[in-house]
Nanobody, 116 residues
Framework: QVQLVESGGGLVQAGGSLRLSCAAS????????MAWYRQAPGKQRELVATLSGSGITGYADFAEGRFAISRDNAKNTVYLQMNSLKPEDTAVYYC??????????WGQGTQVTVSS
């Protein structure tokens, strides 16, 4: 079993920055694929950024150039650095981990609110 705990969300003004963290514990592997998703009120959950086990990153169009996903395997933590935040980035952000064994895990989510 794997546990994911997100942190770092909060209230920020438009144009500001936040760094989200996702700490993992349990049966985890450095080659696990990681991702961040978000879900705004009344909308479907959407992919924000991905980080493969080999270190390849991918971003949704709205995140490209503003967000950066990274990992620190020594700390079992994945980060999402978010810059130039906009009110439309307001959502609950979820950490996702796909184990090399095939299982998929989700964190509980962390709220990000961007005021205009």
């Amino acid at each position: 079993q794997v546990q994911l705990v997100e942190s770092g969300g909060g209230l920020v003004q438009a144009g500001g920055s936040l760094r989200l963290s996702c700490a993992a514990s349990g049966r985890i592997f450095n080659r696990d694929a990681m991702a961040w998703y978000r879900q705004a009120p009344g909308k479907q959950r959407e992919l924000v950024a991905t980080l493969s086990g080999s270190g390849i990153t991918g971003y949704a169009d709205f995140a490209e150039g503003r967000f950066a996903i990274s990992r620190d395997n020594a700390k079992n933590t994945v980060y999402l650095q978010m810059n130039s935040l906009k009110p439309e980035d307001t959502a609950v952000y979820y950490c996702n981990r796909q184990s090399i064994l095939g299982d998929v895990y989700w964190g509980q989510g962390t709220q990000v609110t961007v005021s205009s």
